[in-house]
């Protein structure tokens, strides 16, 4: 007998992978837009661009990096602005997942999604 959930299983793991493939692709450069936003001041957008950070890389089971756009999410509401400290965590955490997925993404080698570059600021 056919195990339905088996292909639900499949879904799942199709959807995932291609919801991970989206979040590399849409945040290479979110560093540097939320550098560019704070520079002009436009700190609504900065917070928004770490609000949808955190809740983008909480979809992908990425709990750290989405705990620490929460933290920066925070202080741009409280004090409307993001300390040097929280910034580089930010900015480290999210390098990390980007590369991770980079990876990820080589590895299964199945050419649909081979490069992801990093946007520099």
């Known amino acids: 007998m056919h195990d339905p959930s088996a292909n639900n299983n ?3 793991e199709e959807l995932l992978q291609e ?4 979040f590399a692709n849409h945040n290479q450069c979110t560093i540097a837009n939320i550098i560019r936003t704070v ?3 436009q700190i609504a957008e900065a917070h928004r661009l770490v609000h949808t950070l955190k809740s983008s890389a909480l979809l992908i089971g990425e ?3 989405s705990n620490i756009a929460h933290e920066a999410e925070d202080s741009f509401k409280i004090n409307n602005k993001l300390p040097q400290e929280l910034f580089h965590e930010l900015e480290t955490e999210l ?4 590369n991770k997925l980079k990876i990820t993404s080589q590895s299964e080698g199945n050419g649909q ?4 570059n990093l946007c520099s600021r």
Do not use: I
């Open 10 to 12: 499949l879904v799942d």
């Open 19 to 22: 919801m991970k493939f989206l």
């Open 39 to 41: 520079n002009l001041g």
């Open 63 to 65: 709990t750290r990096l």
């Open 95 to 98: 390098c990390q997942v980007l």
């Open 113 to 116: 999604h081979e490069e992801l």
